[in-house]
């Protein structure tokens, strides 16, 4: 794969990309040569279960709708929401749509349920950046404090906010941690 990709790249991964990309290094299923895991964990402990078994309650009793918009309140600081002022509920989807959208979710969260990484952090060999913020309501801090902490030689470089989404929300901060560690 990375004869066909020009050789050895980086990978950057944020929440669900992140077990990626610590699978794919952990895995050496490319020619990689550093990473960086955003917002990611180890393995669900009982905060991301609850949350996640309630944002699929949401899902399959309230539909899409109502979850895109629980997941633009979980995921954005509130000064961002208030700026944006797009607090309206979504439209509902059209049948078919709406069906689509609630199995491909469901099928996601059950992934991430299921994921366990716990097993990877010794098998990475690459140098690693892992990045977060304290005010990630959707996957807390505490999972990239111990992600760094398992992964032999990996720096941790937490922003002070911005959210789940603190890559389009802090993007300057983000980018301030995450460019030099991959212009190295």
């Not at 077990?19 to 964990?41: E, H, K, N, Q």
């Not at 892992?130 to 937490?158: M, Y």
């Not at 911005?162 to 301030?176: C, E, N, S």
């Amino acid at each position: 794969m990375a004869t066909e990709l020009g050789g050895r790249f980086a990978l950057c991964g944020h929440s669900t990309g992140a077990a990626i990309v610590l699978t794919m290094a952990a895995g050496r299923m490319c020619d990689v040569s550093r990473i960086v895991l955003s917002a990611g964990w180890l393995q669900p402990d009982p905060y991301l279960r609850a949350l996640f078994t309630t944002r699929l309650a949401i899902l399959e009793r309230a539909g899409y709708a109502a979850y895109e918009q629980m997941g633009r309140f979980l995921g954005y600081p509130a000064e961002t929401l208030v700026a944006a002022g797009n607090f309206a509920t979504p439209d509902r989807l059209p049948e078919g749509r709406e069906v689509e959208e609630r199995q491909r979710w469901s099928e996601r969260i059950g992934a991430l349920l299921d994921f366990n990484g716990t097993d990877l952090p010794p098998c990475v060999s690459v140098p690693t950046l892992v990045v977060g913020t304290p005010d990630d309501l959707i996957v807390p801090h505490h999972h990239q404090r111990a992600t760094a902490e398992a992964i032999p030689g990996a720096a941790f470089a937490p922003l002070s906010d911005g959210g789940h989404f603190y890559p389009q929300t802090r993007q300057a901060a983000f980018l301030d941690r995450v460019l030099p560690f991959l212009s190295v």
